[in-house]
Nanobody, 124 residues
């Protein structure tokens, strides 16, 4: 199991930027994907972005393409989510997650390790 700790959330205005970070410790296998999900009140948890530890292949949900960028620092076991041009619709609790699956997945159930979440609120 992997311990995940998110940071960087906050309250911002529409059009602003935030950078989230996820620090991983424990069983950080080299074949893990790291992902970001978000969940608004009363809604299902949805895929935002993911990155492969080796090679750095990235994947994005349709609603954030062109605005968000996921990156990683393998030496520090840390994943980042740069969020630009934020919209009120981006308001949610953002969760970092990890999976031992070798292949890409955007399914919540495939991610076995989760952080505690960090709140992002975007006002109009």
């Amino acid at each position: 199991q992997v311990r995940l700790v998110e940071s960087g959330g906050g309250l911002v205005q529409a059009g602003d930027s935030l950078r989230l970070a996820c620090a991983a410790s424990g069983r950080t296998f080299s074949n893990y994907f790291m992902g970001w999900f978000r969940q608004a009140p009363g809604k299902e948890r949805k895929f935002v972005a993911s990155i492969r530890w080796i090679g750095g292949s990235t994947y994005y949900g349709d609603s954030v393409k062109g605005r968000f960028t996921i990156s990683r620092d393998n030496a520090k076991n840390t994943v980042y989510l740069q969020m630009n041009s934020l919209k009120p619709e981006d308001t949610a609790v953002y969760y970092c997650a990890a999976t031992t699956k070798r292949d890409y997945s955007d399914y919540v159930g495939d991610f076995g390790s989760w952080g505690q979440g960090t709140q992002v609120t975007v006002s109009s």
